[in-house]
């Protein structure tokens, strides 16, 4: 199977007419609890689209934790190794969005913070049995850095989403198999400026310089540039109806490792990451939005 291993959050999201100021009360709309985390809806998006997968993460012991372990677990996640930690409360994101659709975010990570190295060592078995790991950046560095080194020992294929962007050793670029950087991650990590194609080029080639082996420079609508030693490619986007496009990069994710580690063909896995991206971004929601396999071959069969 393939094993996430990330953060899980609960948004609580409100509408407001106008955010308030310093010292300023408002009242919004009745809150909506959504669930989310980077690693959440990634091993969910995987499950939609029909792989095995199990979550590895923790949660707190509270109404937000055990409705975030069973969100995953009725869709199918194995959440064998999504532990129920009482020394803090659950991952929060804290979401109000405004009347033109911008929004205010603030992320209490909580039970996130205390996925340690030790769990991950506690679990090499686990790891060096499963056909790819999935990470991004929203549990302590130290423990990304660890599973990294554990699954490219046992040569299990590393796949990593860098939200929130920081600063990545060359030790760790050089065991991921696959960096997913969208534009304003690349521009963090590399200091280069993607305004079109050409400076997503001169990205990525940066990346590659700083030990990244293939790298999936995300281009919102215009879809991905692929490129590792060499070689370059772009993979334009799908056209749709762009509603939402939150978590179209976990979608995206989601559908590149699995439809990689099933046939271990780039293009076809990257085209079909697009649509999966696609189809996302014409829906509201994070979780709510992911698409099934069956979509994903529809919009490919167009
Ligand atoms: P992230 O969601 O991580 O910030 P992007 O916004 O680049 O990353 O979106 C990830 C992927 O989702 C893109 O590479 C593309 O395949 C797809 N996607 C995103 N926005 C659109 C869009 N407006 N139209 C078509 N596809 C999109």
Do not use: W
């Not at 990330?6 to 300023?24: A, I, R, T």
């Not at 990470?135 to 302590?140: F, M």
């Not at 990069?249 to 896995?269: K, M, T």
């Amino acid at each position: 199977s393939i094993v996430v291993i990330g953060s899980l959050n609960m948004d609580l999201v409100v509408n407001v007419e106008d955010f308030p100021k310093q010292g300023e009360t408002v009242l919004a709309s009745d809150t909506l609890f959504v669930p989310g985390g980077k690693g959440a809806n990634q091993a969910l998006a995987i499950s939609l689209l029909g792989g095995q997968v199990s979550m590895i993460g923790r949660v707190g012991q509270d109404a937000f934790g055990r409705a975030l372990k069973e969100n995953l677990q009725k869709n199918n996640v194995d959440v064998t190794y999504t532990y129920i930690d009482e020394r803090r409360n659950s991952g929060l994101a804290f979401i109000s969005v405004g009347k033109n659709g911008d929004n205010r975010i603030i992320v209490s990570p909580g039970a996130n913070s205390l996925l340690s190295p030790e769990d991950i060592e506690a679990l090499e078995e686990v790891i060096a049995k499963a056909k790819g790991v999935v990470l991004q950046l929203e549990i302590p560095l130290a423990t990304v850095e660890r599973a990294v080194e554990i699954a490219s020992k046992h040569n299990v294929k590393v796949f990593l989403d860098p939200a929130p962007a920081q600063v990545l050793s060359r030790s760790l670029l050089s065991k991921v198999d696959f960096i997913f950087p969208n534009e304003n991650e690349a521009m963090e990590l590399t200091g280069v400026e993607i305004y079109d194609l050409e400076t997503a080029k001169t990205a990525a080639a940066k990346l590659l310089e700083m030990g990244c082996q293939q790298v999936l420079l995300k281009l919102g609508a215009k879809g991905v540039l692929f490129a590792r030693e060499n070689y370059y490619h772009h993979f334009p986007g799908f056209e749709v109806e762009v509603v939402d496009t939150t978590a179209a990069g976990d979608a995206f994710c989601a559908g590149f490792v699995l439809s990689y580690l099933e046939h271990q063909e780039l293009a076809g896995a990257i085209t079909y990451a697009n649509a999966a991206g696609a189809l996302t971004s014409t829906r509201l929601g994070a979780q709510s939005s992911l698409p099934t396999r069956e979509e994903v071959l529809n919009l490919l069969d167009k």
